[in-house]
């Protein structure tokens, strides 16, 4: 199945996150900073983000979240945030910061922990900063923390060199080309969805997430 494509159970829906989807996003976030300080990565804050910290990204626009709907209960199944800010302490003059968007607050709620959200996150944000001319995608993350640095090269990035500051737990820097996730997306035919016979579970529609019929989120 192409990369820009994902099997799933429950249908999610891309969208910008509101100022009611504030307290969902920040318990993700905090779940989720918990879960990585609970393995020894210092990559967020261990109780999370402060609203101060959020509610700027979902005022901007650039805070957007996969909806799993409201009967599920659960809050957001991931969060993404992807704009134009490079981290002064990072990137520099000779980066080119204009060159990029950047993704920031990644995060997968363990209920969809190995699915392939974060990869399909990633790829749409490569779409989105091709579609604003921009030719690369770009993110720092934990300078320790090699098993996501290898996912990220899996994604398609490629580290660009490692900052280390003692006041900061990021600094490894990554970039892909923005340009690489369009053949994907434009090679991709929609699957139908299908029935789908899980052990010890009734049959259940399974139904594929198509990030390019998200155009209007990948061009605005």
Not at 9 to 20: D, F, G, I, W
Not at 46 to 59: K, T, V, Y
Not at 106 to 115: D, E, I, K, M, P
Request: proline fraction near 6%; charged fraction near 25%.
């Amino acid at each position: 199945m192409p990369a820009n494509t994902l099997d799933l159970v429950t249908e999610l829906t891309l969208r910008r996150a509101t100022p009611a989807d504030l307290q969902g996003v920040i318990a993700l976030l905090a779940r989720t900073a918990g879960w990585l300080n609970g393995l020894g990565v210092r990559q967020w804050p261990a109780a999370g983000f402060p609203a101060e910290r959020i509610e700027p990204l979902i005022g901007e626009g650039v805070m957007y979240l996969l909806d799993a709907g409201d009967e599920a209960g659960r809050g957001p199944a991931a969060t993404i945030a992807v704009d134009g800010h490079a981290d002064p302490e990072f990137w520099t003059a000779a980066d080119r910061p204009g060159d990029a968007l950047y993704v920031h607050k990644l995060a997968v709620s363990r209920t969809y922990s190995g699915r392939g959200l974060g990869e399909v996150l990633l790829d749409w944000a490569a779409l989105r900063a091709a579609a604003h001319d921009r030719p690369y995608l770009r993110l720092d993350c934990a300078k320790d923390n090699a098993r996501l640095q290898s996912y990220y090269r899996k994604s398609g990035f490629r580290h660009v060199r490692t900052v280390d500051l003692p006041h900061r737990a990021s600094g490894a820097l990554f970039e892909r080309d923005a340009s690489a996730a369009i053949p994907a997306a434009l090679s991709y035919r929609r699957t139908p969805a299908v029935p789908a016979q899980r052990s010890g579970h009734a049959v259940q529609a399974w139904r594929v997430l198509d990030i390019t019929a998200h155009n209007e989120l990948i061009e605005c």
